[in-house]
Protein backbone atom coordinates (compact mmCIF):
# COMPACT_ATOMS: atom_id res chain seq x y z
CA UNK A 1 0.00 0.00 0.00
CA UNK A 2 1.11 3.25 -1.28
CA UNK A 3 1.72 5.85 1.40
CA UNK A 4 1.79 9.36 0.57
CA UNK A 5 3.23 12.68 2.56
CA UNK A 6 2.55 15.75 1.97
CA UNK A 7 3.98 19.34 2.74
CA UNK A 8 4.41 23.12 1.88
CA UNK A 9 1.45 24.23 2.06
CA UNK A 10 -0.13 27.71 3.51
CA UNK A 11 -1.01 31.45 3.20
CA UNK A 12 0.91 33.55 0.84
CA UNK A 13 -0.16 36.97 -0.86
CA UNK A 14 -1.06 37.25 -4.51
CA UNK A 15 2.80 37.41 -6.16
CA UNK A 16 3.94 35.01 -4.21
CA UNK A 17 5.45 31.69 -3.84
CA UNK A 18 5.14 28.46 -2.13
CA UNK A 19 6.89 25.03 -3.04
CA UNK A 20 4.52 21.74 -2.35
CA UNK A 21 6.65 17.95 -1.89
CA UNK A 22 5.23 14.36 -1.66
CA UNK A 23 6.98 11.74 -0.62
CA UNK A 24 5.74 8.30 -1.58
CA UNK A 25 6.67 5.01 0.55
CA UNK A 26 5.41 1.37 0.57
CA UNK A 27 4.87 -0.28 -2.32
CA UNK A 28 6.61 1.61 -4.88
CA UNK A 29 7.01 1.02 -8.37
CA UNK A 30 9.81 1.77 -10.80
CA UNK A 31 6.92 3.08 -13.21
CA UNK A 32 4.24 5.17 -12.25
CA UNK A 33 3.09 8.71 -12.83
CA UNK A 34 3.27 11.27 -9.72
CA UNK A 35 1.27 14.41 -9.68
CA UNK A 36 -0.83 17.03 -7.93
CA UNK A 37 -4.17 17.77 -7.82
CA UNK A 38 -6.36 20.89 -6.91
CA UNK A 39 -9.87 20.99 -5.23
CA UNK A 40 -11.56 24.34 -4.62
CA UNK A 41 -14.63 24.99 -2.53
CA UNK A 42 -17.77 24.01 -4.69
CA UNK A 43 -15.67 22.79 -7.52
CA UNK A 44 -14.62 19.90 -9.25
CA UNK A 45 -11.18 18.48 -8.57
CA UNK A 46 -8.63 19.48 -10.88
CA UNK A 47 -5.58 18.02 -12.42
CA UNK A 48 -2.80 20.96 -11.80
CA UNK A 49 0.32 19.11 -13.02
CA UNK A 50 1.67 15.08 -13.42
CA UNK A 51 5.46 14.10 -14.10
CA UNK A 52 5.61 10.07 -15.78
CA UNK A 53 9.08 8.38 -13.95
CA UNK A 54 10.36 5.38 -15.79
CA UNK A 55 9.72 3.74 -18.55
CA UNK A 56 10.30 5.36 -22.28
CA UNK A 57 8.29 8.44 -21.18
CA UNK A 58 10.58 9.17 -18.13
CA UNK A 59 10.60 12.92 -17.18
CA UNK A 60 6.95 13.42 -19.38
CA UNK A 61 5.12 16.50 -17.70
CA UNK A 62 1.65 17.78 -18.43
CA UNK A 63 0.55 21.46 -16.98
CA UNK A 64 -2.88 22.62 -16.64
CA UNK A 65 -3.52 25.88 -18.97
CA UNK A 66 -4.27 27.93 -16.37
CA UNK A 67 -0.63 26.61 -14.79
CA UNK A 68 1.65 27.00 -17.46
CA UNK A 69 4.57 29.28 -16.83
CA UNK A 70 3.59 29.36 -13.37
CA UNK A 71 3.96 26.28 -11.88
CA UNK A 72 6.64 23.77 -12.69
CA UNK A 73 6.62 20.30 -11.54
CA UNK A 74 9.72 17.79 -10.68
CA UNK A 75 10.70 14.81 -9.36
CA UNK A 76 13.08 12.68 -7.27
CA UNK A 77 14.44 8.99 -6.76
CA UNK A 78 10.91 7.64 -8.02
CA UNK A 79 9.47 8.65 -5.30
CA UNK A 80 9.16 12.05 -4.43
CA UNK A 81 7.27 14.90 -6.60
CA UNK A 82 7.60 18.87 -6.01
CA UNK A 83 5.09 21.68 -7.49
CA UNK A 84 7.11 24.86 -8.01
CA UNK A 85 4.50 27.34 -7.21
CA UNK A 86 5.19 31.34 -8.36
CA UNK A 87 3.35 34.20 -9.26
CA UNK A 88 0.77 33.00 -7.03
CA UNK A 89 -3.30 34.14 -7.73
CA UNK A 90 -6.28 34.03 -5.19
CA UNK A 91 -7.76 31.52 -7.58
CA UNK A 92 -5.13 29.08 -6.70
CA UNK A 93 -6.61 28.40 -3.41
CA UNK A 94 -7.61 24.78 -3.51
CA UNK A 95 -6.70 22.10 -1.19
CA UNK A 96 -4.10 20.59 -3.35
CA UNK A 97 -3.66 16.64 -2.97
CA UNK A 98 -0.66 14.53 -3.86
CA UNK A 99 -1.43 11.74 -6.40
CA UNK A 100 0.46 8.84 -7.99
CA UNK A 101 -0.95 6.76 -10.56
CA UNK A 102 0.91 2.76 -11.42
CA UNK A 103 -0.30 1.12 -14.15
CA UNK A 104 -1.41 -2.59 -14.01
CA UNK A 105 -1.77 -5.27 -15.94
CA UNK A 106 -5.79 -4.12 -16.52
CA UNK A 107 -5.99 -0.32 -15.98
CA UNK A 108 -4.45 1.40 -13.30
CA UNK A 109 -4.24 2.36 -9.37
CA UNK A 110 -4.57 5.64 -7.58
CA UNK A 111 -3.15 6.82 -4.28
CA UNK A 112 -3.93 10.12 -2.56
CA UNK A 113 -2.36 11.93 -0.11
CA UNK A 114 -4.26 13.46 2.54
CA UNK A 115 -4.20 16.96 1.29
CA UNK A 116 -2.52 20.25 1.88
CA UNK A 117 -4.48 23.93 2.04
CA UNK A 118 -3.24 26.33 -0.40
CA UNK A 119 -4.99 29.97 0.56
CA UNK A 120 -3.74 33.16 -1.96
CA UNK A 121 -4.89 35.79 -0.43
CA UNK A 122 -4.30 39.82 0.75
Known amino acids: QVQLEESG ?8 SLRLSCVASGGMA ?8 RQAP ?5 LVASIRQGGSRDGRVIYADSVKGRFTISGENGNTVYLQMNNL ?3 DTAVYYCNVNRPLPTGSVNYWGQGTQVTVSS
Open 89 to 91: KPE
Open 42 to 46: GKQRE
Open 30 to 37: SLNTMGWY
Open 9 to 16: GGLVQPGG
